[in-house]
């Protein structure tokens, strides 16, 4: 069908874009994972002390590891977040896409068609293969870029296709702004600014309400600074 030939098409040009099946397949980084650590004195393979990606950091990276004994952005785990950057580049260049018959309502289509393909497979993936955001396994890619492109995919529908653009000021100033609030956290005490501010207002409400309260507090004065 149609339908099948552009998701082909949407596929073969990751491909052909990106050389993913040269650098950081996921396959490959499944069967590494498969091999246990020298070290590991019989542990579980998908544990800190019985993985291989942990060996590797806890052998190669100097100094100390940011887990004790394992490290979330490690060497061999950079392999497959490589993939998850890869799949949002080629997503962008999707969109700037032009070419004859493929209109921006057929866009939506084929990438809600493909995040759902992705979501599929990193699920059934994880059945035997943990969705672990530690080691960023395979599974791990498939399915939260399963997710992430189905959620462009209806935004993208909704802000640019339809152009309903009043209700965006919100995250318009946090995703233009989002490495600078990635970084801004290791110099600005954020915690205690909201602590400051929204402590006692918090303090009024019941227990267990005061760790969303305080999410929220600490979301709000991270976007009053990048506004």
Not at 10 to 31: E, I, K, N, S, V
Not at 108 to 137: E, H, R
């Amino acid at each position: 069908s149609g339908m099948d030939v552009r998701c082909a098409d949407f596929c073969q040009y990751a491909d052909d874009h990106t050389g993913m099946d040269r650098c950081c397949h996921p396959d490959g980084y499944w069967l590494l994972l498969f091999i246990p650590a020298p070290d590991g004195n019989g542990a579980e393979l998908f544990t800190r002390e019985g993985n291989l990606a942990c060996y590797i950091d806890r052998l190669l990276l100097p100094g100390r590891l940011h887990g004790g004994n394992y490290d979330p952005e490690g060497i061999l785990s950079t392999l497959p977040a490589i993939g998850t950057a890869l799949l949002g580049m080629f997503t962008g260049e999707f969109v700037k896409l032009r070419r004859e018959g493929l209109t921006e309502t057929k866009k939506v289509v084929y990438m809600l068609a493909v995040g759902s393909c992705l979501l599929v497979i990193g699920l059934l993936w994880g059945l035997f293969f943990p969705i672990n955001k530690y080691l960023w396994t395979s599974s791990f890619v498939c399915t939260v870029g399963g997710i992430s492109a189905i959620l462009f995919a209806v935004f993208y529908y909704i802000v640019d296709v339809k152009e309903c653009r009043g209700w965006t000021l919100f995250f318009t100033v946090i995703g233009t702004n989002s490495i600078t609030i990635y970084l801004a956290q290791v110099f600005i005490n954020f915690t205690f600014t909201a602590n400051a501010v929204f402590g006692g207002f918090i303090g009024l409400f019941p227990e267990t309400a005061q760790p969303l309260l305080g999410a929220i507090a600490y979301i709000a004065v991270c976007w009053g600074f990048l506004y």
